[in-house]
């Protein structure tokens, strides 16, 4: 062996450098087994037998008490890599390829450098050249070994743990308000004062649903909150400190006040660059959960419930603003709106319009992710109004109740404050007699141990006065407060809640507060109507339809009734004519204005209504060319016998010209001689079928009289002096 070692070494490997690298896992370690580390500097006894000199030799313990499980932070190890791959060293010298890396990626990097540079390797058992295939691959054979050694050395350790774990078994230091008992059981902290401002905090959660105020209630009433010291030389001792915020939550997200008992909430990944984070695991991947093991301060239930209201007050939490806190802005369902087309959140978007901010329920997650149009877009205003009626119709009757109750919680939260501040007190009290029996024990000659016990009994008394005297100070505050304000106010609330939300001066926030107590959600489906399905907190639900806001052209459109009677009126009046009936109806267009003969004959058009012309020609009446054609006389002469009655005429437009009717198989002749005023009489007999014709049109209308074709027939001149007049 000895012959093969020198066989290895070359003179080109002696001219370089020998490094001799020294790692001990942990501070411990390098105290305590200090043997292995005698060891390890002991290879350069064997560098120097292979004919390296002294002075060559480079010892790299800059790891000790490090781990080999990564080369990160281990400085020794990354010069010693450095060193190798700049060709400066001969040989590696380390104990065992274990004290090199314990970490296979590590180890084959040095390996392959190793090679390159033709650096031999030097362990316990023997010399190696990485260039050589099986050096190598005993080489890597030993580092993968190496790796498995630590794994299964964490596995088992791990597994025991576990193991116990699963039991519920395992003993975790407790958290503050809970104790091991002589039994070796999780019980209540046996310190009542402890107890109760445990019980208080949750209590107090439960009232106000926020971490902040539980917060807020405890500094307002001065309580203060017990803190076990967890590190240093007073490891395990109990300190009183006001309460602090994450505190607060800490003790809300931990399980264990429910009586539960729980391992692995967290794991622990190793990153990139070698450091580790924790990172919190769901409640369905805990390693274990045992609801139940042991007495609680608050049920199963209850916990669930707090983690649900922390989850819903977390702002930061989902990016779809998800139940986020009531700010001020109007739209009352802001955060709690849902898309009814594709289940995602909606938001809320404002227009001013006339100084006035009017909200806009917006789905637009999907449309900006995938640069699509809107899913849905929703007009606040009716929503909000539909919604607060809901809420008033539901409430009022149970106002009263609810707020007996809260005036009865607000005591009882008052007097347990107090309670609490008694029992400060009382140890305040306990800390005078402790240190007044030392003083008394003391031998009053030693002069130095009394004065000093001396002082710490007059420090305790002042404690006691100050404790005294700001339990007095709340209590006359307490008594105050309830008496005048809180009365006053809690009766204002109870008498009144559909007073207190229509009031202008309710701002928006606190109604969107008062809506988050009572509604879980509400779905929205914008379709011919607006459908709301609403969600009430406690599980019961509604259904509302609110009519879909009209658009601004929706708005100016004309009300589809007055277009069917325009369509109605055109049987019988010209634009003229219709606008002054509708008028006279009291009927107005789209945008609100009285009618004109350019509105009623925009609205023929614009509905497509046949025009007056067209319907009399259809109905089979002749042009004044084709009457004087059939007739044998000229133009001006059917004109001339209309007037007198000879024949039928029907005004088509406001220009007064006319398209007449047949005059039958027996028309009227030119009878020269005779007065025209003397044959219309005649021609009233040949005319009997249109006249019935016309009688039942006149009916028809609400203005009978002087615009049907009846009377038209009979008084042309009157009817139009009329059409005039209206005119
Ligand atoms: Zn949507």
């Not at 091991?180 to 209590?203: H, M």
């Not at 603003?321 to 849902?338: F, H, N, T, Y």
């Not at 988050?516 to 406690?538: A, M, P, Q, S």
């Not at 789209?590 to 067209?614: C, H, N, W």
């Amino acid at each position: 062996m000895n012959q093969d070692m020198h066989q290895k070494v070359k003179t080109t490997h002696l001219k370089r450098n020998a490094y001799l690298y020294i790692r001990q896992s942990t501070l411990r370690q390098v105290f305590e087994n200090s043997e292995s580390t005698k060891r390890q500097y002991a290879l350069r006894q064997k560098a120097v037998a292979l004919g390296w000199p002294e002075d060559r030799i480079i010892v790299l313990d800059s790891d000790l008490g490090q781990s080999g499980a990564s080369a990160a932070d281990r400085e020794g190890f990354q010069r010693l890599v450095t060193e190798v791959s700049l060709g400066r060293a001969g040989i590696v010298l380390g104990l065992e390829v274990s004290r090199l890396a314990r970490n296979s990626a590590d180890w084959h990097r040095l390996l392959e450098i190793c090679a390159l540079t033709n650096a031999l390797i030097l362990d316990e058992d023997g010399i190696y050249d990485p260039a050589h295939f099986n050096d190598r691959l005993l080489l890597g054979l030993k580092g993968t070994m190496s790796e498995a050694e630590l794994h299964v050395l964490r596995a088992r350790l791990h597994g025991g743990i576990l193991n116990k774990a699963r039991r519920g078994e395992l003993v975790i230091s407790p958290p503050v308000g809970l104790s091991y008992n002589s039994e070796a059981a999780l019980v209540l902290d046996p310190d009542k004062q402890v107890q109760q401002c445990l019980c208080l905090l949750f209590e107090t959660f439960r009232s106000t649903g926020s971490a902040m105020a539980t917060v807020k209630a405890f500094q307002k009433q001065g309580l203060q909150f017990p803190r076990r010291v967890r590190t240093g030389a007073h490891k395990g001792d109990l300190v009183w400190a006001a309460l602090g915020h994450t505190q607060v939550l800490r003790i809300l997200h931990n399980p264990r006040y429910a009586g539960a008992f729980v391992y692995g909430r967290s794991h622990v990944r190793k990153t990139v660059d070698g450091s580790f984070t924790v990172v919190q695991l769901s409640q369905d991947e805990w390693e274990t959960l045992i609801p139940g093991a042991y007495p609680g301060y608050l049920s199963w239930e209850d916990y669930q419930q707090n983690q649900k209201r922390l989850h819903e007050s977390a702002q930061a939490m989902g990016s779809d603003r998800r139940k986020s806190p009531a700010r001020e802005g109007p739209a009352l369902l802001q955060g709690l709106i849902l898309c009814g087309r594709c289940g995602q959140r909606m938001t809320v978007r404002y227009h001013v319009r006339h100084g006035r901010l009017w909200p806009e329920y917006l789905c637009q997650r999907e449309g900006i992710e995938h640069a699509q149009p809107l899913c849905q877009r929703v007009p606040g205003g009716g929503i909000d109004e539909a919604i607060g009626e809901l809420l008033v119709e539901a409430v009022s009757p149970v106002a009263l109740e609810v707020a007996l109750t809260v005036q009865q919680e607000l005591q009882s939260r008052l007097e347990e404050a107090d309670r609490l501040r008694q029992k400060q007190v009382e140890r305040a009290q306990y800390e005078v007699d402790l240190a007044r029996r030392r003083y008394m024990r003391v031998d009053p000659d030693n002069r130095l141990v009394a004065d000093s016990l001396e002082a710490e009994w007059n420090s305790k008394l002042r404690t006691l006065t100050e404790t005294q005297q700001n339990r007095e100070r709340q209590r006359e505050q307490d008594r105050k407060v309830l008496s005048d304000q809180q009365r006053a106010a809690i009766l204002s609330l109870a008498t009144d809640f559909p007073r207190l939300w229509r009031d202008p001066n309710t701002p928006d926030r606190e109604r969107k507060r008062m809506i988050r107590l009572l509604l879980e959600d509400v779905t929205l489906v914008r379709g011919e109507e607006i459908t709301l399905h609403i969600r009430f907190k406690g599980g019961a639900t509604k259904t509302l339809m609110v009519p879909a806001p009209l658009n601004a052209w929706q708005q100016r459109a004309t009300n589809p009734a007055v277009v069917k009677e325009i369509d109605r009126l055109l049987d019988h009046h010209t634009y003229q004519q219709i606008a002054s009936i509708l008028n006279e109806r009291g009927l107005r267009s789209g945008e609100g204005k009285t009618f004109s003969v350019r509105i009623v004959a925009r609205i023929q058009k614009r509905y497509g209504l046949m025009p007056r012309y067209d319907r009399l020609r259809k109905a089979g009446m002749l042009t004044v060319k084709e009457m004087a054609s059939l007739l044998g006389i000229t133009p001006q002469w059917v004109k001339i016998w209309n007037r007198h009655g000879l024949i039928c005429g029907h005004t088509c437009n406001d220009k007064n010209d006319c398209l007449y009717e047949h005059p039958g198989d027996n028309p009227p002749r030119k009878a020269q001689g005779v007065k025209l005023s003397q044959r219309r009489l005649a021609s009233e007999v040949v005319s009997q079928r249109t006249q019935e014709v016309q009688c039942e049109a006149a009916t028809d209308c609400e203005r009978p009289c002087e615009l049907a074709g009846f009377r038209c027939l009979s008084q042309p001149k009157l009817h139009r002096l009329q059409t005039l007049h209206l005119g």
